[in-house]
């Protein structure tokens, strides 16, 4: 079985252990366990595959996303932004998508669209999670996945990267090809 189906089906067995309900109290925590079993799965992916950068990679891209979004947090909560549907403190941006998608970024930027789709499709189910229990405003998650969409970007390689880049010397001109398998 190919790499992006094993993580398909254990997406599928994991979301099948929880049964549906309309019940809030069922439904924050199917979305507490998803957010973690994200990046959870991804550095078990990392750790599976043997990919000891791409474990170094997923603990800075973890670490910068949650600084971020901490950081946003505070900021934001002494403001009209700040201030959840429910009434709590620290709204924008979410963490749980945030932390749910410091993940699925790890996981396409990386390992390629076999694994990101998934992963977005299940941190898309976190959003819809949150919003739906009356914890956040959409733009609290939607912000919360283009940063880590971004933070991902900038954090994380793909494993096997081509890189191509202009080398000039004292005499001569040339271009370095580097590809890492």
Request: hydrophobic residues 45%; aromatic residues 14%; proline residues 5%.
């Amino acid at each position: 079985m190919s790499p992006s189906r094993s993580f398909l089906v254990m997406l599928v067995l994991w979301f099948s252990l929880f049964r549906v309900s309309t019940a809030s109290a069922d439904s924050a925590l199917i979305g507490h366990t998803v957010m973690a079993a994200i990046p959870v799965s991804a550095i078990a992916i990392a750790f599976f595959k043997h990919d000891t950068e791409g474990e170094k990679q997923w603990l800075r891209n973890l670490a910068a996303n949650q600084a971020l979004t901490s950081v946003a947090r505070l900021g934001f909560n002494e403001t009209d932004w700040g201030r959840r549907p429910n009434g709590h403190p620290y709204g924008f941006p979410s963490g749980h998508v945030a932390f749910a998608g410091s993940g699925a970024a790890f996981l396409s930027e990386r390992y390629g669209w076999q694994y990101g789709v998934p992963a977005w499709l299940a941190t898309a189910y976190v959003a819809y999670n949150r919003v739906d229990n009356n914890d956040h405003r959409w733009r609290d998650v939607i912000a919360s996945g283009l940063l880590s969409f971004g933070v991902g970007k900038l954090f994380v390689t793909p494993e096997n990267a081509t890189h191509i880049a202009p080398v000039i010397g004292p005499d001569w001109l040339g271009m370095r090809w580097q590809r890492s398998w």
